[in-house]
């Protein structure tokens, strides 16, 4: 069973960054897709940004400029960093890895942003 654990989230205040880390317990290249989504309170869970294999990295237009996703094939680690964040990016985020139709979601890490 693939094991996705998130760290790295807290309370910030606006403005501010924060660093998510992601660490799968199988080699990341024989994934599909890792990556990042987010579900704020009441909300449906989003994408925030996708790295496909061999391809560019998709990011919601919410967050486009401000959070970078990368993944350090070695340690099978995937990162989120956010920068100029924003009260409205509050949610929990969760990292995933998809192949052949299928999701393995890690736990989900809370990020809050104060005003």
């Known amino acids: 069973q693939v094991q996705v654990v998130e760290s790295g989230g807290g309370l910030v205040q606006a403005g501010g960054s924060l660093r998510l880390s992601c660490a799968v317990s199988e080699r990341i290249l024989s994934f599909s897709s890792v990556g990042w989504y987010r579900q704020g309170p009441g909300e449906r869970r989003e994408l925030g940004a996708g790295?496909?294999?061999?391809?560019?990295?998709n990011y919601a237009d919410s967050v486009k400029g401000r959070f970078t996703a990368s993944r350090e094939n070695a340690k099978n680690t995937v990162y989120l960093q956010m920068n100029s964040l924003k009260p409205e990016d509050t949610a929990v985020y969760y990292c995933?890895?998809?192949?052949?139709?299928?999701?393995?979601w890690g736990q989900g890490t809370q990020v809050t942003v104060s005003s």
């Open positions: 790295i496909p294999s061999g391809g560019a990295t």
């Open positions: 995933y890895a998809y192949i052949a139709h299928q999701y393995y």
